[in-house]
């Protein structure tokens, strides 16, 4: 017999599973900016019930990738360019934070690997990604790097500790994401026009070396900037 406690885990891990879904075809550019859906066409292409697809729409919402459309249901959010300008900003003062942090507290479940400190299966989770993110990028896949390269800065900033932080930072590379895949998508090959220093920024932030993790990553963003007004303009 079905509890009402196991109703309630069930509906919010289809909540999740909806909503992850969702979140993947807008990164995916198959729902494109501005694209219009109802709750009720949501639910009958998953086969679904109307309350998850509708508090998965929501939770969307909140992320900032979907809108509500009054009286019609909901939208893909559209981001400007300046948008992106403005995110690539926030990326970069949180991303200096955490690097300052691990420089000065050291590494959450690693010693000192500059120094010749044995890594823990964090820090290797977190190499790993970089050199699957790094190839993907390298070869142009963009669906394969978009993956790889959330989980890598999802992974990386946790080595600091701070899960607000990882959230937030985790967020804004969603919405970066969001607005950059349709742009990206009119480029063609993009094969060696991406970012590809994953590992570079791993080895620094290893060394406990902020500066240079930092410059790195200034260096990214600048990349991403110029790329994207050269593809949008």
Not at 3 to 15: C, D, E, F, H, M
Not at 205 to 218: E, H, K, L
Request: proline share 2%.
């Amino acid at each position: 017999m079905r509890t009402a406690g196991s109703t309630a885990v069930t509906r919010s891990t289809l909540r999740q599973q909806i909503a992850d879904a969702l979140r993947d075809e807008v990164l995916a550019g198959r729902l494109a900016p501005g694209q219009e859906f109802t709750v009720k066409e949501i639910a009958e292409q998953y086969g679904v019930s109307a309350t998850p697809v509708r508090e998965a729409l929501v939770d969307l919402s909140a992320q900032g990738l979907l809108d509500s459309a009054q009286h019609r249901g909901f939208k893909v959010h559209e981001y400007t360019v300046e948008d992106y300008r403005g995110m690539v900003e926030a990326r970069a003062l949180v991303a200096e934070a955490i690097f300052r942090g691990i420089a000065e507290r050291g590494i959450k479940g690693i010693e000192d690997v500059g120094g010749g400190g044995r890594p823990e299966d964090s820090f290797v989770s977190v190499r790993r990604r970089a050199e699957e993110a790094a190839r993907a990028a390298a070869g142009g896949d963009l669906n394969v790097l978009i993956g790889y390269d959330l989980r890598f800065w999802r992974e990386l900033s946790s080595l600091f500790g701070n899960t607000h932080l990882t959230d937030f930072l985790h967020r804004l590379r969603v919405q970066s994401w969001a607005f950059a895949v349709p742009v990206l998508r009119t480029a063609g090959s993009l094969e060696g026009r991406l970012w590809s220093g994953h590992t570079e920024l791993v080895d620094a932030v290893g060394r406990r070396d902020a500066s240079a993790a930092y410059a790195i990553v200034t260096a990214y963003n600048r990349h991403s900037l110029e790329l994207v007004d050269k593809l949008a303009g």
